[in-house]
């Protein structure tokens, strides 16, 4: 198993990893099998018109996490890592002037939102809750090409074929021959560590090397690390109300303001490294909410866990240096990268366990790391925060990214910190394994009654007043 620092950490547009980001790359990805793929062409019908129908999760909470207008998006032609929110409602006005696809290099085949593009409540695809199908029709209707993708979590996405090599255990085969040391497991990564007496960190910085040379890990850290501040930056000078009806309001930068007059005046207070903590991750999130850039860690959801402890650890840490940062997150994707494979990170499979769960479980091995823990110490930091998540269900109110979410992120960096403590005051051993904490997530998940995985019928998503909009 071998999964980039990029892969886990890619830059994109909020609110949502699964719901956004990969319906985003799922169109464009059609857009470019129509093109250029290898599928029988009729010599005499051309394609007229293009249809996308949603599924299962996708369709439930599509409206609120912005699926529909991500797939627009990705139909014109954007990508998730370098568009520009600003220029998200240009591109919507146009297709909804024209109602065609105008993207460069493509016809301009018909697409109307309105008929053309179906959120089925009725039809949960087989192979993931994040289910999306995707027709290149003639002028009589009639289907060409249909494909179907699948948002796994994460910004990741694959057809049915890629799907089904992955659930086989074929994903990755030649990452793994390149890869010096290739652990899949956390166990076998502690055993490889004492074997080459190297750190968690020094081993997934020669598996990158290994793939994508030398210069590859420093470039990446340093522009993942920017990408995360300048979108808690963004989140810690905007004020107002957030979108989509809640009339949720930001509260990042007034907190922040409070806190750093406090910070100026050598007023610190008790709770003070627990309310930076918190503010970090809601900056993060909030900014996240509105639509803004965004680093997956591992999804968008959960975007504020990370950023939130590093920043935390670089603030309260006179010794802080770049170093840390680059360990800091080459740990964290090791962990990520473990979870993944063995379970998953997304909201709509397994809950928010998936999500802010594992998110707390990397930055936690991050901070002992870089806080000078041992190998076992740190996965033992990772243990500790996954299994004070497990159960966590997804029941976002209103299909949004906001409510029980941007709160829950500070809550995760919170426990990151804890566990990194509690792990660092041991001597590493302890008494669940981080692989059968993983497992249990996995099994959990699994377990979990559909209306608590991201689809908003159950939980908070139904319990809170119905006129909250209103409020």
């Not at 793929?37 to 949603?54: E, I, N, T, Y």
């Not at 005046?265 to 509105?290: H, I, K, R």
């Not at 840490?317 to 170093?323: C, D, I, P, S």
């Not at 925060?385 to 919170?414: F, K, S, W, Y």
Request: glycine share 10%; proline share 4%.
């Amino acid at each position: 198993m071998f999964l980039s620092i990029t892969d886990l950490f890619k830059v994109g547009v909020g609110p949502s990893s699964s719901h956004t980001m990969g319906p985003m790359v799922a169109a464009r990805r059609f857009l470019h099998e129509l093109r250029d793929g290898d599928w029988p062409r009729p010599a005499s019908a051309q394609v007229d018109r293009l249809q996308v129908s949603l599924h299962g999760s996708l369709a439930f909470t599509g409206k609120g996490h912005g699926t529909d207008r991500a797939v627009i998006l990705g139909l014109m032609g954007a990508e998730p890592s370098t568009l520009d929110p600003d220029d998200v409602d240009v591109i919507l006005a146009r297709n909804a002037a024209s109602n065609r696809i105008d993207a460069d290099g493509f016809d301009h085949w018909r697409f109307d939102a309105d008929s053309d593009l179906i959120f089925d409540y009725d039809e949960t695809l087989p192979g993931h809750a994040n289910g999306m199908r995707f027709s290149a029709l003639d002028a009589a209707g009639n289907p060409l090409l249909r494909k179907v993708y699948y948002s796994i979590g994460g910004g990741f996405v694959v057809d049915d074929t890629e799907l089904a090599r992955t659930q086989a255990g074929g994903d990755n085969d030649e990452r793994r021959e390149t890869a010096p040391w290739p652990f899949e497991s956390a166990a076998e990564m502690l055993e490889m560590s004492k074997r080459s007496k190297l750190s968690i960190a020094d081993m997934k910085r020669a598996n990158e090397t290994a793939m994508r040379g030398p210069n590859h890990v420093q470039q990446s850290v340093g522009e993942i690390a920017k990408a995360m501040d300048d979108c808690m930056q963004r989140g810690l000078s905007k004020q107002g109300e957030l979108p989509g009806g809640l009339k949720v309001k930001r509260r990042a930068a007034s907190v922040a303001a409070r806190l750093e007059e406090r910070w100026k005046d050598n007023d610190l207070g008790p709770l003070a490294a627990n309310d930076w903590l918190s503010v970090f991750a809601m900056a993060v999130n909030e900014e996240n909410a509105a639509g803004g850039k965004v680093v997956t860690a591992p999804t968008n959801g959960a975007a504020g866990v990370i950023p939130a402890v590093l920043a935390y650890h670089n603030k309260f840490n006179a010794g802080a240096n770049q170093a840390d940062v680059e360990t800091f997150l080459l740990t964290a994707s090791a962990i990520g990268g473990i979870i993944k494979h063995k379970a998953s990170i997304s909201g709509a499979e397994v809950g928010c366990q998936g999500e802010v769960g594992s998110a707390a479980a990397m930055a936690a091995a991050g901070l002992a790391a870089v806080l000078g823990g041992t190998p076992e110490q740190v996965e033992n930091a990772a243990e500790i925060a996954l299994e004070h998540h497990l159960g966590m269900t997804c029941d976002p109110v209103g299909g949004l990214v906001q409510v029980p979410c941007i709160e829950r992120n500070a809550l995760g960096a919170v426990k990151a910190v804890t566990a990194a403590s509690l792990a660092l005051h041991g001597d590493g051993t302890h008494f669940v394994p981080l692989d059968a904490c993983i497992e249990t997530m996995r099994q959990t998940g699994m377990d979990m009654n559909e209306r608590y995985k991201e689809t908003s019928q159950g939980g908070l998503a139904v319990n809170v007043p119905v006129n909250i909009a209103e409020c």
